[in-house]
């Protein structure tokens, strides 16, 4: 089993339409997750961190459940400028040590 | 630079040939990774130095890869005698504190 795995999709939507997208971890002992964005033929950056909480930065919300090991994001109004691949990233140590395990990535594109 | 910086941009390497990737971090970040990531897949940690300490180098995939970060800043990533399997791009990352980890654009290399 992957320590990261997720739903490669690729999700294709229209503009303004709401998506989510899942994530599960199997390490229990991890400390940090993320949400990077990728695009084509560039290199990942950080989108949000996730916290147990629930997190929110505009039209994007991260939850993170801990109990379950599952982590998602949801998109909403998507726009075109969405249209990348969404890494779920999981830190197991914690602290600026840990390197990061990333999941496959799942792919959106966001239709006119 | 106010970014990661890797070099060169794009490496074709004929089997066989050793390279030399470079990464120069961010000024004053002490960490610094490196990743490998393959056509359609999530970066895969490689190597990470904090400082000139390389701490972790359970990523490496054989003896061929080494990596030195001799001084705390620049690091090199060496492939020696390369196969057509280390085609990917290799993405260096660095980061002070809070988990966050800034990429760079990659070094995309290609074995023929």
């Known amino acids: 089993r992957k320590e990261v795995e997720q739903d490669p999709g690729p999700f294709n939507v229209p503009e303004g339409a709401t998506v989510a997208f899942n994530c599960t971890y199997s390490n229990s002992a991890s400390q940090s997750f993320f949400w990077y964005r990728q695009d084509c033929r560039k290199e990942p950056k950080l989108l949000m961190s996730v916290y147990s909480s629930g997190n929110e930065d505009g039209r994007f919300t991260a939850q993170l459940n801990r109990a379950s090991q599952y982590i998602s994001l949801l998109i909403r109004d998507s726009k075109l400028s969405d249209s990348a691949t969404y890494l779920c990233?999981?830190?197991?140590?914690?602290?600026?040590?840990?390197?990061?395990?990333f999941g496959k990535g799942t792919k959106l594109s966001v239709k006119p | 630079g106010a970014g990661v910086s890797q070099s060169p941009r794009y490496k074709v390497a004929k089997r066989g040939q050793d390279v030399a990737l470079r990464c120069d971090p961010i000024?004053?970040?002490?960490?610094l990774f490196w990743y490998q990531q393959a056509l359609g897949q999530g970066p895969e940690f490689l190597t990470y130095f904090q400082n000139e300490a390389q701490l972790d180098k359970s990523g490496l995939p054989s003896d061929r890869f080494f990596a030195e970060r001799p001084e705390g800043s620049v690091s090199t990533l060496k492939i020696q005698r390369t196969q057509q399997e280390d085609s990917a791009v290799y993405l260096c990352?660095?980061?002070?504190?809070?988990?966050?980890?800034?990429f760079g654009a990659g070094t995309r290399l290609s074995v023929l």
């Open positions: 990233v999981v830190n197991p140590q914690g602290g600026s040590q840990g390197n990061l395990i």
């Open positions: 000024s004053g970040h002490v960490s």
């Open positions: 990352a660095s980061s002070w504190a809070k988990n966050i980890q800034y």
